[in-house]
C-alpha cells in the first residue's frame, strides 16, 4: 500500500518560534494537501501544494504564517511561523490515487503539534 | 458552503452488535465521498470511496452507501469487534474541488 511519512511525529515547541514539518512519498504524485485537526476537531484543509507552482491557500490561511515548500513530486514541508498555543493540533500530509483508484485520497501519520 | 454532519458523535456497543453510522451533507453536488478511521493520534486510514454515481461500496464487514440527492451516506460495520474501536469519518470532495470537506465523526468504543 501507499507509504506517506512525516516527520517529526510530534513536537512540543514555545510560543514564537517556528516547526517545520517534512512528508515524504514513496512514488511521484501530482498533488499535495496539508490538513490541520484541532483537539476535538475535524480536518480542514490548509494548502494544496503543487510541484511547480505556489501552494493555494484555503480561506483562514495565510503563506506567511503557514509557508510551504513542493520541490519535487514525492516531498514537501509544511512551517508553522510564529507559533502561539492555537497552533496546537495534529498536521496531516494527504495526497490522491497513490496507491488505489485516483480518486482515494490517502494520509500520512500527522505531527502532533503542542505550542506552550 | 458544503458542511458535512456525523450522528451519533458517540457510540458504544458489545462486540457482535451490527451498527450503523450516519453522514449527512449539504449540498449534492458532490464528486465522491470517502469514509475514514482514525486511531487516537493517529493519521487517518481510508476505508470505503463511493463515487457519486454509485449507491454503495462493500469492504469485508463494511458496507457504506450513498443518496445524493438526500445528502446522505451511512456505513454500515457488521458483528462489530474491539479492533474497531476508533473515530470514523465521513468526508466529501464537492464537484470542481480536489479538497475533502470532512464531518465531525463518531467515536465508536466497541467493549469485548
Known amino acids: 500500500s501507499a507509504v506517506i511519512s512525516q516527520k517529526p511525529s510530534r513536537d512540543i515547541c514555545q510560543r514564537g518560534t517556528s516547526l517545520t514539518i517534512q512528508c515524504q512519498v514513496d512514488?511521484?504524485?501530482?498533488?499535495m494537501f496539508w490538513y490541520r485537526q484541532q483537539p476535538g476537531q475535524s480536518l480542514t484543509l490548509i494548502a494544496t501544494a503543487n510541484q511547480g507552482s505556489e501552494a493555494t491557500y484555503e480561506s483562514g490561511f495565510v503563506i506567511d504564517k503557514f509557508p510551504i515548500s513542493r520541490p519535487n513530486l514525492t516531498f514537501s514541508t509544511l512551517t508553522v511561523s510564529n507559533m502561539s498555543p492555537e497552533d496546537s493540533s495534529i498536521y496531516l500530509c494527504?495526497?490522491?490515487?497513490?496507491?488505489?483508484?485516483?480518486?482515494?485520497?490517502?494520509f500520512g501519520p500527522g505531527t502532533r503539534l503542542t505550542v506552550l | 458552503k458544503q458542511e458535512v454532519t456525523q450522528i451519533p458523535a458517540a457510540l458504544s456497543v458489545p462486540e457482535g452488535e451490527n451498527l450503523v453510522l450516519n453522514c449527512s451533507f449539504t449540498d449534492s453536488a458532490i464528486y465522491n465521498l470517502q469514509w475514514f478511521r482514525q486511531d487516537p493520534g493517529k493519521g487517518l486510514t481510508s476505508l470505503l470511496l463511493?463515487?457519486?454515481?454509485?449507491r454503495e461500496q462493500t469492504s469485508g464487514r463494511l458496507n457504506a452507501s450513498l443518496d445524493k440527492s438526500s445528502g446522505r451516506s451511512t456505513l454500515y460495520i457488521a458483528a462489530s469487534q474491539p479492533g474497531d474501536s476508533a473515530t470514523y469519518l465521513c468526508?466529501?470532495?464537492?464537484?470542481?474541488?480536489?479538497?475533502?470537506?470532512f464531518g465531525t465523526g463518531t467515536r465508536l468504543l466497541v467493549s469485548p
Open positions: 494527504s495526497v490522491l490515487g497513490l496507491a488505489g483508484p485516483t480518486d482515494t485520497q490517502y
Open positions: 468526508a466529501v470532495r464537492p464537484t470542481g474541488f480536489q479538497k475533502l470537506v
Open positions: 463511493i463515487q457519486s454515481s454509485q
Open positions: 512514488s511521484q504524485v501530482t498533488m
